[in-house]
């Protein structure tokens, strides 16, 4: 039994890479994919206490032509899988394919979706009717913190990843700092209690 009222429902949004995953440069091949030790039981946590899970990506590497798009939804497949035979599952995947000044064509853009700005969380809190004030937005990445701030919501910094560099950076220090996400999961249950 959910702890949250549906109506206005919080979501956690949850960068991908550094986050639930391990650091990859371009990650894009099923075969390179790692969960960080206690993602699995995150998720699965954060879908007990009544949270919707969004994962919010910057995927610039298809902008590059590194990879496509499908090459991201088949690695995402794979991501939900994998939870769903843990009891676990993501509600959205939420991808910015865009870069503002690498790659050719229409992808090479400055654009509203692109982590630290809050178009994906706008989008999915449109497409799920979630209240971004009581939602939170998990990552290891300044541009994490940054687009959950715009968004309205409470951002929370994991040390996986890029997350050691960043707690460095004065700005970072607008936000909690956890050991990985399962601490960060951990403190955001025990908000709802």
């Known amino acids: 039994m959910s702890k949250i009222d549906v109506a206005g429902r919080p979501a956690v949004f949850l960068d991908r890479d550094g986050t639930i995953n391990v650091e990859k440069n371009y990650l894009h091949r099923i075969v390179d994919f790692q969960f960080i030790v206690g993602s699995l039981e995150a998720i699965k946590e954060l879908n007990r206490s009544g949270y919707l899970v969004l994962v919010v ?3 610039s590497g298809v902008a590059r032509g590194y990879f496509s798009l499908q090459d991201v939804e088949a690695l995402h497949q794979h991501l939900a899988q994998r939870l769903t035979a843990a009891g676990a599952h993501v509600d959205g995947f939420y ?3 865009h870069h503002p000044t690498a790659g050719e064509g229409a ?3 400055v654009c509203t979706c692109r982590k630290g700005e809050p178009g ?3 989008q999915a809190a449109r497409e799920h009717g979630i209240d971004l ?3 939170f937005m998990i990552g290891d ?3 994490d913190i940054e687009a959950g701030e715009k968004a309205g919501c409470s951002s929370l910094l994991v040390l996986t990843g890029y997350g050691k560099e960043t707690a460095q950076t004065l700005a970072s220090q607008r936000a909690k ?3 990985d996400l399962k601490e ?3 403190y955001i249950c025990r908000q709802s209690v």
């Open 120 to 122: 994906l969380l706008l």
């Open 177 to 179: 700092t956890f050991a």
């Open 184 to 186: 960060a999961a951990d």
């Open 57 to 59: 990506t910057n995927q």
């Open 133 to 135: 004030s009581r939602s």
């Open 107 to 109: 992808l090479r853009c």
């Open 141 to 143: 990445k300044e541009a």
């Open 95 to 97: 991808v910015c394919p």
